[in-house]
């Protein structure tokens, strides 16, 4: 039988495949890593840190050219009867000299004595400014408050007998800054944005009465001077507007009717007008 014979001829030296995979024995920086990746995945789960720290405010200077830099608060309490607020008119100019809202606390229900002699009733009310992040009532969160106390600010003469002499009272009218009077000058709010990247503020304001337990709202703009008296924007009557510059540690309030204006100097103070809730009449 014929067959094909195929002859095959090994070599007699030993043979060779070079594969070009790379193989590292450098565990160099693995230990870094892991302790990157454990901190990656515990940020994941309990939230990475922030800085929480709070700085203070102060009121800024005035001017360039002014470095005054107390803050001004005048309050004007409902003193006239409710019936007759509609049919009551107001000097046209901006000037406080109403007939119906008073800058003391005798139109607020408080007497001579109570306030000469600090009464409990008197000494427990006070000012409360709260700052919302919009004036939206429907949509706002109040981040933080400041209270002014009605053992600050400024007095009247008046007689409290016809056997003393005349005693002085105090006023709400206020001038806050560093020295003096200096509850209710400072702001107290985050140091940086990394956190709440916030910086306009809206204040409202309140006058705690502890004579009759009651919170009285106020706006800045007295409801005689407004076409309706009942029926108004309250985003723009109820609110200021409070801006805070990181860099600086100040703050500066803008009319909330006109958020260009600035006010709460002395030649321009923070005037506030008790409201008058239709309501009560």
């Not at 007939?99 to 427990?124: D, I, M, Q, R, V």
């Not at 703050?251 to 809730?277: A, L």
Request: aromatic share 18%.
């Amino acid at each position: 039988m014929n067959s094909n014979r195929y002859y095959i001829t090994l070599p007699v030296t030993s043979q060779e495949i070079n594969i070009p995979i790379e193989i590292t024995e450098d565990f160099l920086g693995r230990t870094d890593s892991i302790e990157l990746y454990e901190d990656e995945v515990l940020g994941q789960v309990i939230g990475i840190p922030f800085d929480f720290e709070v700085g203070r405010y102060s009121h800024n200077e005035y001017s360039p050219t002014n470095s005054e830099t107390s803050i001004n608060y005048e309050f004007y309490f409902y003193s006239g009867n409710v019936n007759t607020l509609s049919a009551t008119t107001c000097p046209l100019s901006t000037s406080p000299d109403l007939t119906l809202w008073s800058n003391n606390y005798l139109a607020e229900g408080f007497n001579s004595k109570e306030l000469y002699y600090f009464a409990n009733s008197f000494a427990n009310s006070f000012f409360k400014l709260d700052f919302y992040d919009r004036p939206d009532e429907k949509n706002q969160t109040n981040y933080f408050t400041i209270i002014i106390p009605t053992q600050q600010g400024f007095t009247t003469t008046t007689s409290i007998s016809p056997y003393i002499p005349p005693v002085q009272i105090k006023i709400p009218k206020y001038k806050l800054d560093f020295v003096g009077d200096k509850e209710g000058f400072f702001l107290y709010w985050l140091s940086v944005p990394q956190f709440l990247s916030l910086d306009t503020f809206y204040m409202s304001m309140k006058f705690f009465d502890a004579k009759l337990g009651v919170f009285v709202r106020m706006m800045n703009e007295p409801q005689c001077r407004l076409a309706n008296k009942y029926q108004f924007d309250s985003s723009i009557y109820f609110y200021n507007k409070v801006k805070l510059n990181y860099e600086t540690k100040k703050y500066e309030v803008f009319d909330g009717k006109n958020h260009n204006t600035r006010i709460g100097t002395t030649t321009n103070p923070m005037r506030w007008y008790e409201y008058v809730n239709p309501t009560s009449l």
